[in-house]
């Protein structure tokens, strides 16, 4: 008896374990706020934004990443959004015949391809400046004989020989990327100390009206 009984309350709990009605707990994740946006802003050394990592949480609660490759040149005055759009309603497409005039794009062109000057000045009879967004021409028939850049936000240093002594001035610059322009004469030559408003590299360009100074 005591056998039979043992017997019966072994397949008891093997029934019990196999039990079609027994319920699994699951993790549970637990939901913040729906995102809506982000705004980043980058600093003034940033220039090429290679790729975007977007790291999230599955409904299993796995982590995963999404990474999204960009390669396009950033502009880090301005600020970047990451914005929630919802999902467009379908809606009908109407057959409508619209003549839309030609554009004429050689004139669109010239006109986008016109630089206009945010400040013009002469710091002397010999040497005046034109600035634009993001370059600087400098009028002048003096020779540079040495330039550099310095500090964070950069300085240009820029040499001009010449034996003519002034007094020293110092220019402020409005609605480009640069601030400030500091002249000082020493002997055999005259200094340009050019002031920017953040990390930049510069190119100098020569032509028969004197130089370019290109910001990148």
């Known amino acids: 008896m005591k056998r039979i009984f043992l017997g019966f309350f072994i397949i008891l709990m093997l029934y019990a374990n196999e039990n079609p009605f027994k319920m699994e707990t699951k993790n549970q994740i637990v939901l913040p706020e729906i995102f ?85 000045g002469k710091i002397y009879d010999f040497i005046s400046y034109t600035t634009y967004k993001n370059k600087i021409k400098l009028s002048t028939t003096d020779e540079i004989i040495s330039d550099f850049s310095i500090g964070n936000p950069s300085k240009i240093v820029i040499d001009f020989k010449s034996n003519q002594i002034n007094l020293t001035k110092n220019i402020r610059l409005y609605n480009s990327l640069f601030k400030r322009i500091n002249f000082g004469s020493h002997k055999g030559y005259y200094r340009l100390v050019i002031y920017l408003d953040g990390k930049y590299d510069y190119r100098i360009q020569k032509d028969s009206t004197g130089y370019m100074i290109n910001l990148f």
Not at 57 to 77: F, P, R
Not at 84 to 109: G, L, Q
């Open 36 to 120: 809506e946006r982000k705004t980043v802003k980058f600093n003034s050394e940033a220039r090429i934004l290679k790729s975007i990592s977007f790291h999230y949480i599955n409904l299993d609660g796995n982590e995963a990443v999404l990474n999204i490759d960009i390669n396009k040149s950033i502009d880090w005055h301005d600020s970047y959004t990451l914005l929630r759009t919802k999902t467009p309603e379908a809606s009908k497409i109407f057959d409508v015949s619209v003549t839309i005039p030609e554009k004429n794009s050689s004139n669109t062109e010239s006109l986008t391809n016109i630089e206009i000057p945010t400040q013009t």
